[in-house]
């Protein structure tokens, strides 16, 4: 079957502007992640949804950050305002109830 | 919160050894996953194993939970075998990973 997609691979931005990333799971999983990488870095985990519910933000590193997955499949993560800082791949992942996590290929974000 | 450290860091292998990658992490984990990340920067499930043993071809890994620590084998090691290996620990649904032992494999 179809594994986890990413749109856009990449994306070039100005500071300043807004951006959505979108994450189509695999089918049937329930439990969606976002998480994001630096370069040389291991990836950091953003946000956690169950359903339709964000289980847990925590990782959000500030209010500019939003992700929504309103009917419990895609999900769209929102970065309002961009600066240079948030340049990184940004990584989605799904399982089933929370078992073995599985990723998409990323979108690279670049903020000019 | 959680802390997750990976050894090596680097390692340089010439194609056909034997390497052991560790995984240490300081408190009880619910699961625990291996990862390949190819150039592209695909992460590749290689094991799921939160205890235990599991050999997939040329590769194996091991967890002891009760020490917090596990260990990925790959033997008759290959050049396609090259890339960031990351170990990554679940606490209440999401994974903390470590911070990868870059290989690379010469022919």
């Known amino acids: 079957g179809a594994g986890v997609s990413q749109t856009p691979s990449n994306k070039v931005t100005e500071k300043g502007k807004y951006v959505e990333l979108r994450c189509d799971p695999i089918?049937?999983?329930?439990?969606l992640y976002w998480y994001r990488q630096s370069l040389g870095q291991g990836p950091e985990f953003l946000i956690y949804?169950?359903?339709?519910?964000?289980?847990?933000d925590s990782g959000l590193p500030n209010d500019r950050f939003f992700a929504v997955r309103p009917e419990g499949s895609v999900s769209t993560l929102k970065i309002q305002r961009t600066e240079r800082g948030d340049s990184a791949v940004y990584l989605c992942?799904?399982?089933?109830?929370?078992?073995?996590?599985?990723f998409g290929p990323g979108t690279r974000l670049t903020v000019l | 919160g959680i802390q997750v450290e990976q050894s090596p860091p680097d390692l340089i292998l010439q194609e056909g050894a034997n390497s052991t990658l560790r995984c240490n992490f300081s408190?009880?984990?619910?699961?625990l996953q291996w990862f390949h990340q190819n150039p592209w920067g695909q992460l590749i499930n290689l094991f799921y194993?939160?205890?235990g043993t599991k050999q997939n071809g040329r590769l194996s890994a091991t967890t002891v939970a009760t020490e917090r620590y596990s260990l990925l084998y790959i033997s008759s090691s290959q050049t396609t075998d090259s890339g960031v290996y990351f170990c990554?620990?679940?606490?209440?649904?999401?994974?903390?990973f470590g911070q990868g032992t870059e290989l690379s494999v010469k022919p």
């Open positions: 992942a799904s399982s089933f109830s929370g078992d073995e996590q599985f």
């Open positions: 089918s049937g999983h329930t439990a």
């Open positions: 949804f169950q359903g339709t519910g964000a289980a847990d």
């Open positions: 408190d009880s984990v619910n699961n």
């Open positions: 194993i939160p205890s």
């Open positions: 990554a620990v679940s606490q209440g649904g999401k994974l903390i």
